[in-house]
T-cell receptor, first 114, second 116 residues
Framework: NAGVTQTPKFQVLKTGQSMTLQCAQD?????MSWYRQDPGMGLRLIHY???????DQGEVPNGYNVSRSTTEDFPLRLLSAAPSQTSVYFC?????????????FGQGTRLTVV | AQTVTQSQPEMSVQEAETVTLSCTYD???????LFWYKQPPSRQMILVIR??????QNATENRFSVNFQKAAKSFSLKISDSQLGDAAMYFC?????????????FGQGTRLTINP
């Protein structure tokens, strides 16, 4: 069972470039989320989805877009990368029926914007 | 909005000894869940232990246990018989019972070092 898979694991972008961070889960979870991790700030929620076609903003959504066309995939798009978006990004999934177990996380993507 | 605070950026402990990591949170809700996640150098987020707010009994998982003080909004993690493999960042996290685990609120993290 692969769980939550994120690609790529590392990425360097130039300011103004665009890219998509991929996230896929094979646990048939309805809920998926994107977090960013910055030193001294823990993980902060960017966007989340409670099912295919349904997304909403989290705490720090500016500069990021998401869509959820299937249950399995939840890509995160950076339209015009900025140095402030240098961070480690985590995708997570969970089930509303097993929420007490928390969320399952991917391995993270370390993104550097120069 | 809910907040989670970990006031200890770094902690260290001798191997085989006991260490306690602190976490406080702020919420107006009566029903919620609390978690401790471990993040080793591999970056993987690993669930260590969870606590349901409606349960008075403190959760335990082998060498890991919590001290849940609901009135004080405190949720500390105790690691007994510390091992070198326990070295990691530890995050305290909160979720409401209504919205599910798609919206976790995390503390700032505590970096734990184990001294051999």
């Amino acid at each position: 069972n692969a769980g939550v898979t994120q690609t790529p694991k590392f990425q360097v972008l130039k300011t103004g470039q665009s890219m998509t961070l991929q996230c896929a889960q094979d646990m048939n979870h309805e809920y998926m989320s994107w977090y960013r991790q910055d030193p001294g700030m823990g993980l902060r929620l960017i966007h989340y989805s409670v099912g295919a076609g349904i997304t909403d903003q989290g705490e720090v959504p500016n500069g990021y877009n998401v869509s959820r066309s299937t249950t399995e995939d939840f890509p995160l798009r950076l339209l015009s990368a900025a140095p402030s978006q240098t961070s480690v990004y985590f995708c997570a999934s969970s089930s509303p029926w097993r929420g007490r177990v928390g969320a399952f996380f991917g391995q993270g993507t370390r993104l550097t914007v120069v | 909005a809910q907040t989670v605070t970990q006031s200890q950026p770094e902690m260290s402990v001798q191997e085989a000894e006991t260490v306690t990591l602190s976490c406080t949170y702020d919420t107006s809700e009566s029903d919620y869940y609390l978690f401790w996640y471990k993040q080793p150098p591999s970056r993987q987020m690993i669930l260590v232990i969870r606590q349901e707010a409606y349960k008075q009994q403190n959760a335990t998982e082998n060498r890991f246990s919590v001290n849940f003080q609901k009135a004080a909004k405190s949720f500390s993690l105790k690691i007994s018989d510390s091992q070198l493999g326990d070295a990691a960042m530890y995050f305290c996290a909160y979720r409401t019972s209504i919205q599910g685990a798609q919206k976790l609120v995390f503390g700032q993290g505590t970096r734990l070092t184990i001294n051999p």
